[in-house]
């Protein structure tokens, strides 16, 4: 009973989103549901995108250790900077996490921005989808341990020169 309304809902749909005009009608369903993939593979859907995920602690863990070791080569290459400018080490430390920073976001926008003008030279002499869109600063385990080395320099900072300013 339960599956005879289910589809002959689906197909009230399906005639109710042609007479507006649509093309294509998608659904979007949860992996572990296969009752609703059955009925609609039946009503001959296909399926044009599969999105599979896993929950592991090892995927954590990795994220952990590339966060630290962000840190790690962050502290050294500014460490090193310091050294060559021979300034002092916690002098250095907020501009150059800052620096670093801005670094790896405009060498995004710049890869990002390259491929743009590629893909929409490819549209421009093809006419074919290219995949150009807008520029997404994504949030990754490197980018978290920039971040967080930016946090970590400021309080560094605020506790070192704190007697200069609130004495």
């Given at each position: 009973m339960e599956i005879k309304d289910g589809t002959a809902a689906?197909?009230?749909?399906?005639?109710?989103?042609?007479?507006l005009g649509a093309k294509k009608l998608s659904l979007h369903i949860l992996g572990h549901n296969t009752r609703a993939i059955h009925l609609y593979q039946?009503?001959?859907f296909q399926i044009t995108d599969l999105v599979m995920s896993k929950n592991d602690k090892g995927i954590c863990m990795k994220s952990?250790?590339?966060?630290?070791?962000?840190?790690?080569?962050?502290?050294?290459?500014?460490?090193?900077a310091s050294y060559l400018l021979g300034w002092n080490f916690i002098d250095t430390?907020?501009?150059?996490?800052?620096?670093?920073?801005g670094i790896v976001?405009?060498?995004?926008?710049?890869?990002?921005?390259?491929?743009?003008?590629?893909?929409?030279?490819?549209?421009?002499?093809?006419?074919?989808?290219?995949?150009?869109?807008?520029?997404?600063?994504?949030?990754?385990?490197?980018?978290?341990?920039?971040?967080?080395?930016?946090?970590?320099?400021?309080?560094?900072t605020f506790i070192t020169y704190y007697r200069y300013f609130f004495d």
């Open positions: 689906l197909l009230t749909l399906g005639k109710y989103v042609q007479t039946k009503l001959n952990i250790y590339i966060i630290l070791a962000t840190l790690t080569v962050e502290t050294l290459i500014i460490w090193f430390i907020l501009l150059g996490s800052l620096l670093l920073f976001y405009l060498f995004r926008l710049y890869i990002h921005q390259t491929n743009a003008t590629f893909n929409a030279n490819i549209v421009g002499w093809t006419w074919e989808e290219a995949g150009i869109g807008p520029f997404h600063f994504r949030i990754s385990p490197i980018i978290i341990g920039l971040i967080l080395f930016i946090v970590i320099s400021i309080l560094v």
